[in-house]
């Protein structure tokens, strides 16, 4: 069974060929720029690569050219479209109307399209990248939408409900919705299967750290909260993003630097943060080297990111009433291994130690336990793989719905 999954944004349009019968992704790329040139980047299992500019004016022209790269020249991996299953689409706010994975319908689209208020920059971008593979594929080819905010559906009131008036709860839903769900999700499930043990008898602290960052306390299988709240800017802070900041400063700041709502956001999204501070790069890598020259600005950025992740990790572990495992991913959780060892040795009150030599060598895609055989808590470090998720639960969807039509019959 191959299942292509789809991860389109405003201007470009992911995607990954992954085959089900051993997971080995068969080819992925990008189609960037769209409506604004267009770009091309594709490989293939083989060691294949290629990247050429070309026209794109539309998702539906860019899931064209994904369709031509897939199936001729030189990174093709298989002769016809109709060798694939299913598509997932990865969408990133189903607000508090879809709490799983669900088969693409009218309705769904629709609903993802009502949602649109909660991610005006994501929601649309989705139903384009929806509408482009079904133009393209025709409706016969089932669909599934993978919602970036439902693993965080099992959160209780008391950690989603936001302390303002409840009418605006009851009129809007605002309220705290988390997001890196599916790699949440991933890690987690991976953890607890490196730990032989059952993900309903663990408490675990989940720690995606990119260039956009959340944490989660997860216990028994079931998040009970997470670090981003209505929109991925809520947290600690990130490479451009602010995370949470004191509503009275934004305010202080609008009327001292009469900055409208749209200005207000692109200020804490996308000028704030390790950038926002240091002055020079939203980057981990360009930070470490500017701080390795003296830089204090780029040093004082690492430091308040670190503090914060303790700080997040230390209510967590007040929220579970305990943590059996910490887990590390994302780009920075994955390869920063000084970023692991300042958080982990700075956490000494819960027993943790590791293996600084080991801490070292697990970066650029190794999976292990880097913490100590005495340490009380478990520290792992586990490359994420939201695509596999997205195709897994496309792949359970398209054989429940098979089942059901066999059953029919």
């Given at each position: ?91 990133v706010q189903g607000g508090s109307v879809f709490n ?17 208020d909660l991610a005006p920059l994501h929601n649309p ?285």
């Amino acid at each position: 069974m191959k299942i292509l999954v789809i991860n389109a944004g405003s201007s470009s349009m992911k995607y990954q060929l992954i085959s089900m019968t051993n997971e080995v992704v068969l080819a992925k790329g990008i189609c960037e720029r769209i409506g604004l040139g267009g770009k091309v980047t594709a490989s293939n299992h083989l060691g294949c690569k290629v990247s050429y500019d070309i026209t794109l004016n539309t998702h539906t022209e860019a899931f064209k050219e994904v369709e031509r790269v897939l199936t001729s020249g030189e990174c093709k991996v298989i002769d016809d479209m109709k060798e694939i299953v299913a598509v997932g689409h990865r969408v990133v706010q189903g607000g508090s109307v879809f709490n799983a994975s669900v088969l693409i319908t009218d309705e769904v689209i629709d609903a993802i399209g009502e949602l649109s208020d909660l991610a005006p920059l994501h929601n649309p971008a989705h139903i384009q990248g929806i509408r482009a593979c079904r133009n393209v594929l025709g409706n016969e080819v089932p669909g599934v939408v993978v919602f970036d905010n439902a693993f965080h559906s099992t959160m209780p009131p008391e950690a989603y409900m936001f302390a303002i008036p409840y009418e605006y709860y009851e009129k809007y839903k605002l309220r705290k919705y988390g997001f890196h769900g599916t790699s949440h999700r991933f890690v987690s499930q991976r953890c607890a299967k490196l730990m032989d043990k059952d993900i309903e008898t663990l408490k675990l602290i989940t720690c995606h750290l990119g260039n956009g960052c959340s944490i989660s306390a997860i216990k028994n299988g079931k998040v009970i909260d997470t670090s981003m709240g209505l929109t991925p800017l809520d947290g600690f802070m990130m490479g451009t993003r602010s995370g949470g900041i004191d509503p009275s400063a934004v305010l202080y700041l609008q009327e001292k630097e009469g900055w409208t709502p749209e200005e207000t956001d692109t200020i804490l999204n996308k000028k704030s943060g390790m950038f926002g501070i240091s002055g020079i790069s939203s980057d981990d890598g360009d930070l470490i080297a500017a701080m390795n020259t003296g830089n204090k600005r780029a040093a004082l950025a690492r430091s308040m990111q670190r503090y914060q992740i303790r700080k997040f990790i230390g209510s967590y572990v007040a929220a579970l009433n305990g943590v059996d495992a910490i887990v590390f991913t994302g780009g920075i959780g994955e390869n920063t291994f000084d970023l692991r060892s300042h958080v982990c040795n700075n956490l000494s009150y819960l027993g943790i130690k590791i293996d600084e030599e080991l801490n070292k060598e697990l970066i650029k895609g190794k999976e292990g336990e880097l913490s100590l055989p005495e340490s009380k808590v478990k520290v792992y470090v586990i490359p994420t793989n939201e695509e596999l998720v997205i195709a897994r639960d496309t792949k359970e969807i398209v054989e429940m719905l098979r089942a059901s039509v066999k059953n029919d019959h």
